[in-house]
């Protein structure tokens, strides 16, 4: 069965310091792997995907994830944490191209300090 | 522009009451899904639809009903039989091949009162 752990439910980071954000999954088969970010009290924005292309995947905002199969990972990486980056992110894993069973991690909130 | 609309924003309900939560979308997609999400507990799948007329159950589906009588509209029902329904629901929406995965309606804040 397809799960999502994310190490560390709370992170924070100064301001121009790197963001590491850990997502670990398992999968019976090639996984299709997603990360979200979702802002108080709004819903979810898809900042990258994992298709089974390129293992280093460019998102929005300056974000990028590398998946590495041998360790069942898709980290989430960002040079320079801004201020706005500052919410709560998720790691997703499907089995599926049709998205029906898509599975959420518990989420990591990302504090950016000045 | 096409997106996912979710109404109301917030929405108190007595003890004993069922309410319905609005799920709209003008984007063309087949399946629609209804997220639960709790803090601390990332979402949880309750309903989902992937064509017109047909859904089904997800993790946490008792207490819940939903209907898809139109591809544009994925209304859930949250019923008095359903003991902790506060929480906050997020609609999304999804067309198999499509390359961005989920789209994401931004959520109604249910709270019993």
């Known amino acids: 069965a397809q799960s999502v752990t994310q190490l560390g439910s709370h992170v924070s980071v100064s301001e121009g310091a790197l963001v590491l954000l850990r997502c670990n999954y398992s999968s019976s088969v090639p996984p299709y792997l997603f990360w979200y970010v979702q802002y108080p009290n709004q819903g979810l924005q898809l900042l990258l995907k994992?298709?089974?292309?390129?293992?280093l995947v460019k998102g929005i905002n300056g974000f990028e994830a590398e998946f590495k199969k041998s360790e069942t990972s898709f980290h989430l990486t960002k040079p320079s944490a801004h201020m706005s980056d500052a919410a709560e992110y998720f790691c997703a894993v499907s089995e599926s191209a049709s998205y029906d069973k898509v599975i959420f991690g518990p989420g990591t909130s990302l504090s950016v300090i000045p | 522009d096409g997106g996912i609309t979710q109404s109301p924003k917030y929405l108190f309900r007595k003890e004993g009451q069922n309410v319905t939560l609005s799920c709209e979308q003008n984007?063309?997609?087949?399946?629609m899904y209804w997220y639960r999400q709790d803090p601390g507990q990332g979402l949880r799948l309750i309903y989902y639809?992937?064509?017109?007329?047909?859904?089904q159950k997800g993790d946490i589906a008792e207490g819940y009903s939903v209907s898809r009588e139109k591809k544009e509209s994925f209304p859930l029902t949250v019923t008095s039989a359903q003991k902790n329904p506060t929480a906050f629901y997020l609609c999304a929406s999804s067309t198999p091949g499509q390359t961005y995965g989920y789209t994401f309606g931004s959520g109604t804040r249910l709270t019993v009162v």
């Open positions: 994992y298709t089974s292309a390129a293992t």
């Open positions: 984007l063309n997609h087949d399946a």
């Open positions: 639809s992937q064509i017109v007329n047909d859904f």
